[in-house]
């Protein structure tokens, strides 16, 4: 078996701006493992928030042993980007070689398309109104908030797509008294859902605060072993794979979340359809699904998944799995 990993970049398609900067590229990880003439590929995002960059990832994959197993990856490497990208890429190979798709070998029905959110870029209120007014026609948007400004965006954004659903995204940029004080202009907003309202390390104080609106774990939750410090915090957990370092521990974190009651989100870092490709299995059935990397873009993958008016749908074999 052999493993290689290459860094690829994707323009964007606008400039895309959140709580922490901004940025025109996707830059990612691609890795390819290949054994007996056959290849399987993965893609990851490294993501600064949890210290990660292309070369510390790259030198975590390049520092496997050959011959690695799914199940033997998870001794040998930690939640995260680098596992993710192999552990995709060893599904991949299964499938390749068995011939079936790898929603058959995990034991899951064959997935549909998804409707997913479409993030509009943290602007001026009266830019962002501009992007919701471009895109009323989606049926789910989500913003990007998290400063001190974000009542005027939000209500720029409900003007101009009053009929679309909206989640925000607040990136841990909330105290507990600005949540406290946005919360019911949430509500009289339509808004259906806010994603990490508190930075991961003071997010106690949601225990016993009233949420009116459902709040969902972002940040602080990555895998199975996360679930704990939720409790009597969040009503949602995102699932990522970037954060749960690959389907395998996607698939675990899902089925766990929702035996303790939890609802679940699918997300995505901002990267092609190859880094989404696995998260359309995770994403059958969810309370929200927010794999809009690819529409982000302004280049993709040859075999690129298709959006439409029913969503994201899975991938084609060309592309994965």
Known sequence: MKIDVTPDTFRLAQVFTISRGSRTEARVLTVRVSEGGVTGWGECVPYARYDETLESVTAQIEGLPEGVSREGLYDLLPAGAARNAVDCALWDLEAKRSGKRVWELAGRPEPGPEI?????????????????????????????????????????????????????????????????DLAPHLVRLGVALVEQPLPAGEDEALIGMERPVPVCADES?????????????????????????????????????????????????????????????????????????????????????????????????????
Request: contains cysteine; charged residues 25%; hydrophobic residues 45%.
């Open 116 to 180: 997913t959110a479409y993030t509009l870029s943290l602007a001026t209120p009266d830019e962002m109104r501009a992007q919701a007014t471009k895109n009323a026609h989606r049926p789910l948007l989500k913003i990007k908030l998290g400063t001190p400004d974000d009542m005027p965006r939000l209500e720029a954004v409900r003007a101009g797509a009053p009929a679309s659903t909206i989640i925000v995204d607040a990136n841990e940029g909330w105290s507990a008294e600005v949540y406290a």
């Open 221 to 321: 939750a990555h895998d199975c072993a996360s679930l704990p410090k939720l409790k009597g915090k969040y009503d949602v957990v995102n699932i990522k794979l970037d954060k749960t370092g690959g389907l395998t521990e996607a698939l675990r974190l899902r089925a766990a979340a929702l035996a303790e009651g939890y609802e679940v989100m699918v997300g995505c870092m901002v990267g092609s359809s190859l880094a989404m490709a696995p998260a359309t299995l995770v994403a059958q059935g969810a309370k929200v699904v927010d794999l809009d990397g690819p529409l982000l873009l302004a280049e993709d993958r040859e075999h690129p998944l298709l959006f439409d008016v029913r969503g994201v749908h899975p991938p084609e074999r060309a592309l994965w799995g």
